[in-house]
Each structure stands twice: as structure tokens, then as C-alpha cells.
Antibody, heavy 121, light 110 residues
């Protein structure tokens, strides 16, 4: 079982950026894909993108393509989600999760605890 | 607006059988497997069903899944109070090239 530990809650101003981290332990970080999924208050789940650290490149949801950047640091087994040009609608809990079976899998068995990002002036 | 469509709510009494439905399209459920997740308040989702009808180890056989055409269903039999939670369906979408989720169904045990 992989443990995913995320960074703490953030409060951001509209127009700014946020960077959330997700540190993995107990797995093979380099070859495991890591996805980011968000959940606005009272809403459903929404996939944002995925990275496989060994390849270094990320795939993004078309909805966030121009505002999101997912990176990974192999030396610390940590993945990052950076979202820019924040607006109030980006207020949500952001989860990292491992899609077992590859980056195009929907089999998420390990999740981080979630990071609440609040966008408010 | 979620890509997959679920009823907002469902309910049942202890011991009953409840079915939660999920409607998609040819680009997601119609051509890929359906997954189901359960989420308790303040916690991350937990995988309940994968590949339409398979249960991960540790998930009781009271939970079962099925798929027909562009729709999937989750059945919960022998309903218990601890089954109160939000349930989400998910599938890969070939057009969007990513996972898509339903808006969630809130299950209440009366």
C-alpha cells in the first residue's frame, strides 16, 4: 500500500497561483503514475491530470490545460500540482491518487488525504 | 456539470436492496469499464467496484456492479446504517482522454 501525504490547506487571492504537494512512500514512485482529482464543495469529482515521474511529462484535462502544471521530483518522491489564475470556482479539495494499471486507468486505490484550497478576496 | 449522470439521492431501510444508476455515452461507459467509489464526509473516495463488476479485496459481497450499454449500476443489498455515504461512478472517456466521474448519489439509510 502506498502512502500519499499532501501539503496543508491554502488560502489564495483571485488571480494568484497555488502549488500543492503530494509525497509518496511505500511504492515505486518513478514508475507509478500520479493523478490529481479535485472536488468543489458539495460537488462531484473532477480529474485534472496525471504524471508518470519516470517520463516527466504530464497529461492534462482539456478544462485546465492552460492553467495547470503537474510536476514530480524523483529525489523526494513528491508530485506537485500548480494551478494559476485562480478564481473563486477553484475553491475545492484537491486529491492526489495513484491510477493502478497505468496513466489511463480509473482504478484509484491509494489517495492522499486531500488539500483544501480556498480562493477568496 | 458532470459527464456521467447520477441521481442526486437514494434511500432505503436497513436490510433492503438499493440500486444506484449511472448514465454515460458511447465514448465513456459504452466503450470502457465502470468503476464505483464510496466517499464518507471529510475523507477521500474509496474504490468499491472496478471493471464493471469486480470487488477489490475487503469489499463485502453485498456490493455488486453491472453494466449495460452506456449505463452502469451499483447494487447494495442488506443495507446497513454505515452504508450512508456518497457514491460516485467513473469511467475512462476516449474523447476527453481522461477519467470522467458522475456527480454523486447521496445514499440515506432511513
Amino acid at each position: 500500500q502506498v502512502q500519499l501525504v499532501q501539503s496543508g490547506a491554502e488560502v489564495k487571492k483571485p488571480g494568484s497561483s497555488v502549488k500543492v504537494s503530494c509525497k509518496a512512500s511505500g511504492g515505486t514512485f518513478i514508475s507509478d503514475a500520479i493523478s490529481w482529482v479535485r472536488q468543489a464543495p458539495g460537488q462531484g469529482l473532477e480529474w485534472m491530470g496525471v504524471i508518470i515521474p519516470i517520463f516527466g511529462t504530464a497529461d492534462y484535462s482539456q478544462r485546465f490545460q492552460d492553467r495547470v502544471r503537474i510536476t514530480a521530483d524523483e529525489s523526494t518522491s513528491t508530485a506537485y500540482l500548480e494551478l494559476s489564475s485562480l478564481r473563486s470556482e477553484d475553491t475545492a479539495v484537491y486529491y492526489c491518487a495513484i491510477p493502478y494499471g497505468g496513466s489511463n486507468s480509473v482504478y484509484y486505490d491509494d489517495w492522499g488525504q486531500g488539500t483544501l484550497v480556498t480562493v477568496s478576496s | 456539470q458532470s459527464v456521467l449522470t447520477q441521481s442526486l439521492s437514494a434511500s432505503g431501510t436497513p436490510g433492503q436492496r438499493v440500486i444506484i444508476s449511472c448514465s454515460g455515452s458511447s465514448s465513456n461507459i459504452g466503450s470502457n469499464s465502470v468503476f464505483w467509489y464510496r466517499q464518507l464526509p471529510g475523507t477521500a473516495p474509496k474504490l468499491l467496484i472496478y471493471n464493471n463488476n469486480q470487488r477489490p479485496s475487503g469489499v463485502p459481497d453485498r456490493f455488486s456492479g453491472s453494466k449495460s450499454g452506456t449505463s452502469g449500476s451499483l447494487a447494495i443489498s442488506g443495507l446497513r446504517s454505515e452504508d450512508e455515504a456518497d457514491y460516485y461512478c467513473a469511467a475512462w472517456d476516449d474523447t476527453l482522454t481522461g477519467p470522467v466521474f458522475g456527480g454523486g448519489t447521496k445514499l440515506t439509510v432511513l
